[in-house]
């Protein structure tokens, strides 16, 4: 915690970096208030309620937006369509040899796919924006008698023009703040959220306390469940964090290489790869593909039938028919993680590298028989990914649904994002000031002396 808060100092004495961080949290204070926007042409209450029958997918679009889905706001998209984009670009990427091409073209080729996202994410805010507008049509206000559909039409351009915002503000931050940009927006939404955490936990510490007649037996009880609930929250956050930074390193030795009077190589590294490789994605994929049912049921069928309701009762968190939900949700987060990890994770790269660079590793011939190693390591690690983030996002969801305390203990994608997000920016600021320190620029010229 010390070394934490010793960096967030350091951080604002050096000036560049102060002003970078200072024009980021500016950013984020603007997309906050935008958020507190309301859509014009919405009955918000009736909005509201029309978007929690849609389930998880519901919470999870209106944490990303901050907390402004199920206020109406103008930025109710948030950066849903940003991050849908960016998933479909990178799977076309897979099929289509152009765009394979872009990514590897360097930061020109970065460019021409941060660009093509760009217009992309707008296209699908366009089109999400629709589907909110007809899937909550009777929650829209007439502006002019007879004529709902001008409502319409304002409601779906003021939510596109909320989503174009926030892609702007992303990447505002990119160009001129600390960078991250959206994992950053997404992170503000989510710490909006603490208090409210906060505020439910303390309700049901008073509704438990209640029960008892005693005062003092009462109070004590609800106080240790305040602290018992604050305690599994760390706890999950401190998991968490150790196993998306734990890695397998896998050793790799170079060869010893002499360019005129100088010899290089000859060291031996290591080939790290990360435990929790694909994030947070299989969770999004699996949390998305779920909701599809009841999303259907809700806005295409006004009286379901037998197999509508089984459907939609089926695929519910909170429904009658939880266990298959829950059941599907843990072949979807496995299934998921294999099939992202098998599109960002390319073995056959990490071989040819190694080898270009004179390296091998122990006991493991050049060639395929490396390919196939890295693929075999990747592949055991999938299975321990896979079994984390089930752990994390559907045990305490299912402990939350069984004692009645849901959404108030950390789950699910929002401690992963909290954390990696975190981490991402500590880590970066600590790269920025290890750069500007005369200290360890003086070690780095120290250390290639002696090399």
């Given amino acids: 915690m010390s070394g934490i808060f010793d960096t967030a100092v350091n951080a604002f004495s050096v000036q560049s970096l102060r002003k970078r961080l200072l024009y980021t949290f500016m950013i984020l204070g603007i997309f906050m208030l935008g958020g507190l926007v309301p859509v014009p042409c919405i009955d918000g209450k009736q909005f509201t309620s029309i ?18 889905l199920f206020h109406a706001s103008i930025l109710s998209m948030g950066v849903s369509p940003y991050i849908n984009a960016s998933i479909i670009i990178q799977l076309l990427a897979v099929v289509i040899p152009a765009l394979e091409e872009l990514q590897k073209e360097g930061a020109s080729g970065r460019k021409k796919m941060d660009k093509i996202t ?5 296209g699908l805010a366009l089109v999400q924006s629709s589907l909110f507008c007809f899937s909550t049509r009777a929650s829209l206000i007439e502006i002019v008698p007879g ?33 991250n940009g959206v994992s950053l927006i997404i992170f503000a939404g989510i710490c909006t959220r603490l208090p409210e955490m906060a505020k439910t936990l303390y309700a049901k510490s008073v509704e438990i306390s209640g029960y008892f007649d005693n005062v003092v037996v009462g109070a004590l009880l609800g106080i240790a469940v305040f602290l018992l609930g604050t305690l599994v929250a760390v706890v999950i956050i401190i998991f968490v ?15 010893k290489k002499v360019i005129g009077r100088n010899q290089r190589g000859g060291n031996r590294d290591y080939l790290p790869l ?18 599809v049912p009841n999303i259907i049921v809700t806005m295409f069928i006004k009286e379901p039938g037998k197999i509508a309701t089984w459907f939609k009762e089926s695929f519910t968190q909170n429904g009658s028919g939880a266990v298959w939900y829950y059941l599907t ?15 960002n994770f390319h073995p056959i790269e990490i071989a040819n590298n190694i080898n270009q660079n004179g390296g091998t590793i122990s006991g493991i011939r050049a060639g395929k028989p490396t390919t196939e190693f890295i693929k075999k390591a990747a592949f055991r690690l999938n299975w321990i990914e896979a079994c984390f983030l089930v752990l994390v996002c559907i045990l305490p969801t299912v ?22 997000v975190a981490d991402d920016l500590i880590r970066q600021v600590e790269g920025e000031l290890e750069v500007r320190s005369p200290k360890g620029f003086l070690e780095d010229l120290t250390v290639k002396k002696k090399k």
């Fill in 118 to 122: 760009r217009y992309s994410a707008i």
């Fill in 329 to 343: 949700y843990f072949v979807l987060i496995f299934a998921f993680t294999f099939f992202y990890s098998s599109i």
């Fill in 147 to 179: 004529a709902k559909w001008l409502s319409a039409i304002l409601v779906v351009a003021s939510f596109t023009a909320g989503a174009a915002l926030v892609v702007f503000l992303g990447e505002k931050i990119n160009d001129v703040g600390i960078g």
């Fill in 399 to 420: 402990v939350g649904y069984l004692t009645g305390f849901q959404n108030v203990v950390f789950a699910g994608t929002s401690v992963l994002i909290l954390t990696s």
């Fill in 51 to 68: 978007l929690q029958q849609w389930g998880q997918l519901g919470s999870i679009m209106d944490l990303v937006s901050g907390g402004g």
């Fill in 241 to 255: 964090i150790y196993v998306q930074d734990s890695e397998r390193r896998i050793p790799v030795q170079y060869s």
């Fill in 274 to 291: 990360k435990v929790n490789m694909s994030g947070v994605m299989p969770v999004i994929f699996a949390m998305s593909i779920l909701a």
